[in-house]
């Protein structure tokens, strides 16, 4: 009889995880999505501003390569500073609620990242970069160069 009790509570524990597991893979793949939707919309943003620039820049023989390799840079670096940032950011507050609930609850808390999480993070930011790096990079060789010049 207890072992078939055990066998309940370990098949219940194991559906469990898989219904977390489950909720926290629909959660990351709707965060990406939206920082994707985001990091386009910046890029749109920031692409709409500079499009004299870029028409300045044709217009005096600068190639699509060129152009494009300056974007994807510039926005390499703000990205990377970002993830940096982030990273800084959720650090502080992991460690402030393990303060918070050491002193105020009186319990141990204990944070486990592996170096699977760690990959993966370093992965899917990475790449969402270099994806929306490159998108807007080619976005910007495709300004129209006269029209942009004869508007300013």
Do not use: P
């Not at 982030?86 to 393990?98: A, H, M, N, P, R």
């Not at 303060?99 to 990475?126: A, D, G, K, P, Q």
């Amino acid at each position: 009889m207890v072992t078939h009790s055990v066998a309940d509570a370990q098949e219940e524990a194991l559906i469990s995880i898989r219904a977390q597991k489950a909720t926290k893979g629909i959660i990351a793949i709707v965060l990406l999505l939206l920082l994707g939707i985001n990091l386009y919309s910046s890029f749109s943003n920031a692409l709409e501003r500079r499009k004299y620039e870029i028409g300045v820049k044709r217009a005096i023989g600068a190639s699509g390569g060129s152009i494009m390799g300056q974007f994807l840079l510039e926005s390499m670096m703000v990205m990377l500073v970002n993830i940096a940032a982030s990273i800084i950011i959720v650090l502080d507050v992991l460690v402030g609620y393990k303060l918070y609930v050491r002193i105020v609850e009186n319990m141990t808390w204990t944070v486990n990242i592996s170096i699977h999480t760690i990959l993966m993070f370093l992965v899917c930011s990475l790449s969402l970069t270099t994806a929306f790096s490159l998108l807007f990079a080619y976005k910007s060789t495709k300004v129209e160069i006269v029209q942009y010049l004869k508007a300013e």
